[in-house]
């Protein structure tokens, strides 16, 4: 296995409800000591680049802001491209600064985003999002992860809900979050380096196993996160290398050519 570079999930890799993985930080010295090409990869919908940089810095790790490819970035790119787009936005108003540039509408868009809002689910907001769509909206989704862990336990994610207005609209979303191969690739563009010489780290078998492995990449799969306890078997694309952490990936790259 010929790893050129690292894409590194955070929540679940580097940190489980905002504490760091024990070693997590001597693993990133480590890859830049190398000089290992890397970027960090997230399905974060709630928080900006400039908030998640700033949040890490005060725990000890800094990560300059182009090295944080998100779901929302990758949705503004794409966005930005288009003639013409009217944009409504179901999301966090913390990522809002990601999407400058961008026209907002408050009626007939051409396309709706919808990131995690939490306890801004509603049947309003619901019901609202279905009748854009199905006035001629497309759906852009900035993540379809089905749930998340909290200090209170496991909860609903925004793919719940759009998998919910995908069914009541008979529309299918565009991701631009892990799993979708786009975010992959968009990712590795950024590495100026092809998806056959670069590995995922994650902790999640779909979103970043799957995912990964469906766009071309090599996989690393940690016991630290959402799957740690999730058995191997039945999984439709196994991962390359499984780690009991992020804290093994100094001796796993010492080993590999």
Not at 81 to 103: H, M, R, S, W
Not at 171 to 185: I, L, Y
Not at 207 to 213: K, S, T
């Amino acid at each position: 296995m010929n790893m050129t570079a690292l894409l590194i999930d955070l929540d679940g890799v580097i940190y489980v409800q905002e504490k760091l993985i024990p070693g997590a930080i001597e693993a990133i010295q480590f890859i830049r000591q190398k000089n290992i090409p890397h970027r960090f990869v997230t399905n974060t919908t709630t928080h900006s680049r400039r908030q998640i940089t700033g949040r890490l810095a005060q725990v000890g790790i800094t990560i300059p802001h182009d090295y944080l490819f998100t779901a929302p970035v990758a949705a503004a790119q794409y966005l930005k491209k288009l003639v013409g787009a009217k944009c409504f936005f179901y999301t966090n108003p913390n990522i809002a600064e990601e999407f400058d540039g961008i026209a907002q509408v408050e009626s007939e868009p051409t396309h709706i985003v919808i990131g995690d809002v939490g306890e801004g689910f509603s049947y309003e907001m619901m019901n609202r999002a279905f009748n854009m769509i199905h006035g001629g909206a497309e759906i852009i989704a900035l993540q379809k992860n089905r749930f998340w862990i909290t200090r209170e336990g496991l909860k609903l994610d925004a793919g719940a809900f759009i998998a919910a207005l995908e069914y009541a609209t008979g529309k299918t979303a565009t991701v631009f979050g892990k799993p979708a191969v786009e975010f992959f690739h968009q990712a590795c563009v950024s590495l100026e380096l092809p998806p056959g010489d670069v590995a995922m780290i994650g902790d999640d078998l779909r979103a970043d196993i799957e995912g990964a492995a469906a766009a071309g990449l090599m996989t690393i799969f940690v016991r630290t996160g959402k799957d740690k306890d999730k058995p191997l078997t039945g999984v439709e694309k196994q991962p390359g290398i499984v780690l009991n952490s992020i804290a093994d990936l100094p001796t796993l790259l010492q080993h590999t050519k």
